[in-house]
C-alpha cells in the first residue's frame, strides 16, 4: 500500500488550476521533500491529502483511502500558526491538546494519554522545553514541540509544511535531522516541503518537485537536474552541484536562495509554535 | 445570607471556570461587553412587562452567539465591541427614562446586590450554572484544541467556528449568571480576574483552570463576609479582592522571571 497515491489529479483554487494531472505515489516509509518556485501549490497539495481541498479531476488516495476530512492516521505541522491564543500555557499543554481533540469531554489526559505525550516528547527531546511556556521558547524549541504535537495518536503519515522557515542554518539541519530519525524510528511516510533543496540532502529518500501545474517525483539525481527543473519552473535552469551542495540557476541567479530570502520579507505573521 | 453565600458559590464557580477559557483566547473584552448587552436585554424586558432576569439572559445568550458567529470580525475588535457595549447601556438608558420605576432596581442590576437574592434565585442561578458547566464541560477539549492549534484542529475535522459559537453562548449565560451576583457592569471582576490570576500563577491548564475557580469562589465569599461587617457593598469588596489578587500573581510572576533570568 502506498501512503499517498495521485491519479491524474487536478487541483486549483477559485479560477486558479495549481495542478494538473498529476500522477504520482509516495510508499510507506518514504521521506520525501516537496520543492517548488512560490505558489507551485506545495501547501495546496498538503492540503488535497489532507482532505481539506478535493481534487477537481482524478483521486487521490491515502493510505489506501480517500482523503477524509479528519484522518488521524496524519499528523500535520502547518506552515504558520495564526493565533497567539495560549502562549502562556507550557508546552506539554500544547502539545497534548492534541490528543483525542476532535472528541466531545473533557481535556484531561488519564493514564495512557499521559504516557502517549511523554513518549512524543521523548522521541523529539522535548521534555525540559514541555515545562515552559510557549511564549519563553524559540523559534526552533517550538518547532520541536510542534513536532511531538504531530505525532500524538500514531500517525503513519506526517505532512510538515515549511518547518525550516525562519530557523536559522544551523536550526534548519537539525530539524531535517529530527524528522528523518522520527521517521525512521517510526517507519512512516513524511512530507517535507521546503524552500531550498540544500538543508534536506542527505535525509531524503526522493524529491518532489511541483511547478506550472506539473510534477517530478525522483531521486535527486533523476530530478534535480537542468531539463527537468526547466520544465517545471518554465525557463532555462542549470544545475550546479558543488562540494556536496546543489545550486539551482538562472542567468547566473541561485533561484531557491532568492525565493527564499523573497518569502522571508513576506512573512510578518507569527511563525508556527 | 445563606442564599446570598449559595448564589454567589454557584456564580462564582461558573464564571472563573468559563473566564479561564475566555482569558486564555483573549476574549476577556468581549465577555465584559456582553454585561452590557444583558442589561438592555433586562431594561427592554421590564418595559414590556416580563421579569428583567429572563431579558438579560435571553439577550446576553443571544449576543454571545451572534458575536461568535461574527468570529473574527468582532471578538478581538476592541473598538467594534466597545462601540456595541456603549450603544447598548445608551438603549439601556433610554428604557430606564420610559420606565422610570424601574430605577431602584435598575441601579441592583448595575452594581449587584446579592444580599437581596431570595430561594426561588437561587434555584434558578443553581439551574443555570449545571447547565452551562455540562455544555461547558461537554465541549471543552475540542475547544481547548481549536482556541490554541486552529488550523491543526481544522485539519483533523474540528468544526472550529461551531465551537467559538457555542463558547461564546455558555459566555452569555455565565455573564448572565455572574450579573445577578456582581452587576452587569462588574461582570468582569468574578470571570476575568480570577481567571488572569489563576494564568498568571501557573502556566498549567487543569491546575489553572481549578484555581480560577477556587479564586472566584474564596473573592465571592470572602467579600459578601466583609460586606457583612463593614456594611459596605459586597460588588466593591469583590471588585477589591479581584483586584488586590490579580496585582500579586503579576508582581510575583514579575519577581519569578527576573530570579530565573538571574540563573540563566
Known sequence: MNAVEFADVTLGIGQRTVLEGVSLAIRECEFVGVFGPNGAGKTTLLRAVLGLLRPRRGSIRVLGKPPAHGNHAIGYLPQTRTTSVGLSLRGWDFVASVRRGHCLGMPFLGAEGRREVAAALEMVGAEELARRPLAELSGGECQRLALAQALIGRPRLLLLDEPLISLDPHHQAAAVALARSVQKDLGIAVLFTAHEINPLLGAMDRVLYLGRCRAALGTVEEVVTGPVLSRLYGMEITVVSLRGRIFVMSDGHDLESDAHRHDAAHHHGPVHA | ?264
Open chain 2, 1 to 264: 445570607m445563606r442564599h446570598a453565600f449559595a448564589a454567589a458559590g454557584i456564580v462564582a464557580v461558573l464564571g472563573g471556570l468559563v473566564g479561564y477559557f475566555l482569558v486564555l483566547r483573549g476574549q476577556a473584552f468581549a465577555g465584559h461587553a456582553l454585561g452590557h448587552v444583558g442589561f438592555t436585554g433586562a431594561a427592554g424586558a421590564v418595559l414590556i412587562g416580563i421579569s428583567p432576569f429572563v431579558g438579560l439572559l435571553a439577550v446576553s445568550l443571544a449576543a454571545g452567539i451572534g458575536m461568535g458567529f461574527l468570529g473574527e470580525r468582532i471578538a478581538g475588535r476592541d473598538v467594534a465591541i466597545g462601540m456595541v457595549l456603549a450603544l447598548a447601556l445608551g438603549f439601556g438608558l433610554l428604557f430606564l427614562n420610559f420606565y422610570t420605576a424601574f430605577a431602584s432596581e435598575a441601579v441592583a442590576l448595575l452594581f449587584g446586590d446579592v444580599l437581596a437574592v431570595d430561594a426561588r434565585t437561587v434555584w434558578v442561578l443553581l439551574g443555570l450554572g449545571l447547565a452551562s458547566l455540562a455544555a461547558l464541560g461537554l465541549i471543552s477539549r475540542p475547544l481547548l484544541f481549536a482556541s490554541i492549534e486552529p488550523e491543526v484542529a481544522e485539519a483533523k475535522g474540528v468544526p472550529v467556528r461551531l465551537y467559538s459559537v457555542l463558547f461564546l453562548g455558555i459566555v452569555g449565560l455565565a455573564t448572565a449568571g455572574c450579573a445577578e451576583i456582581v452587576g452587569v457592569l462588574l461582570v468582569f471582576t468574578l470571570m476575568i480576574g480570577p481567571a488572569a490570576t489563576a494564568q498568571r500563577m501557573t502556566n498549567r491548564f487543569g491546575p489553572g483552570l481549578l484555581l480560577a475557580a477556587v479564586l472566584a469562589l474564596g473573592e465571592a465569599w470572602l467579600g459578601i463576609t466583609l460586606a457583612f461587617y463593614t456594611n459596605w457593598p459586597s460588588s466593591f469588596w469583590i471588585t477589591g479582592l479581584s483586584a488586590a489578587g490579580y496585582l500579586v500573581a503579576v508582581n510575583l510572576g514579575s519577581r519569578q522571571a527576573r530570579a530565573s533570568a538571574v540563573e540563566a
